[in-house]
């Protein structure tokens, strides 16, 4: 279960597209997803929702050579303070803090492994956004990281966010363990919001970690019977997995990854 009012939480998500027409097609097609445009003075940036409410935001690349990928934004309580673990953790920073017209702070950072990610830290008095959709059919539901070098990304992390990191054995997998990731304090059992799963280099795009997000949805197999339909790939699945539910890996038609997860309780 996501709170994305704790910190290190993931509390917002967004994506760079090299055509955030056929993106908005795409994931409208998939999960019912609506384009709204953040303004004329957005650059073209912009939200997706679903029944009114918000699930992430979408807009075009800028970067010479980019390509298109999900950012998970975490939230911390000292954006300052972040900036520099990350340095000294032996992360880069690739945006250093900006304000984001008065609702808080912004900063994006690449951990040891090659994994993108953001934080968020919200401005004084800010409440909590009711608007962003978790949890929910359409909405977030989970993170994942992928990465070669477990041990690297889990010191990383754990010094960045003291998330709690709880191994989860996987049938027919050798030795490896998928991670459970919870926030400090939290009950693994009940506060986990994501995890991680360490692969083979020559498994990751470029041989770098990323993150990956995972939606809900009430019919995993109409939906991923979509991605393909709408000019994406599967990965993997769908796939039953016990205590968990239906769940299929997924890019775009970009090549970013996601998956779709309908829970089974």
């Known amino acids: 279960m996501i709170n994305i009012e704790k910190p290190g939480a993931p509390c917002w998500l967004d994506i760079g597209s090299p ?6 097609a795409f994931y409208g097609a998939v999960l019912g997803w609506e384009f709204a445009s953040a303004g004329a ?3 073209g940036y912009g939200v997706w929702k679903v029944s009114g409410e918000t699930v992430a ?3 075009p690349l800028t970067d010479e050579g980019a390509k298109s990928g999900w950012i998970v934004y975490y939230n911390v309580p000292d954006i300052a303070e972040a900036t520099e673990t990350v340095r000294s953790a032996g992360g880069t920073v690739r945006v250093e803090p900006m304000d984001m017209m008065g609702q808080g702070h912004m900063a994006q950072y690449t951990d040891p492994t090659g994994g993108e990610f953001a934080v968020w830290q919200a401005a004084a ?8 959709r978790v949890d929910a059919p359409g909405g977030l539901t989970w993170v994942e990281l992928y990465t070669a070098d477990g041990s690297a990304a889990q010191s990383f992390y754990q010094r960045l966010f003291g998330w709690q990191v709880t191994d989860m054995p996987l049938p027919g997998e050798g030795s490896e363990r998928y991670r459970i990731l919870t926030v400090t304090g939290g009950n693994p059992e009940k ?3 994501g995890g991680m799963m360490v692969m083979d280099a020559a498994d990751l795009r470029d041989g770098r970690g990323y993150w990956s997000p995972v939606f809900e949805t009430t019919d ?9 339909a709408a000019g994406g ?5 769908p796939v039953d997995m016990e205590g968990v539910g239906k769940v299929a890996t997924c890019l775009d038609p970009f090549g970013a990854s996601f998956s779709l997860l309908t829970s089974s309780s």
């Open 19 to 24: 055509d955030t027409a056929a993106s908005s």
């Open 41 to 43: 003075d957005a650059g």
């Open 57 to 59: 935001g979408v807009g």
């Open 125 to 132: 008095g800010a409440g909590p956004d009711d608007d962003i």
């Open 191 to 193: 506060d986990s919001h």
């Open 220 to 228: 995993c197999d109409r939906d991923a019977a979509q991605v393909t």
């Open 233 to 237: 790939t599967l990965q993997m699945g």
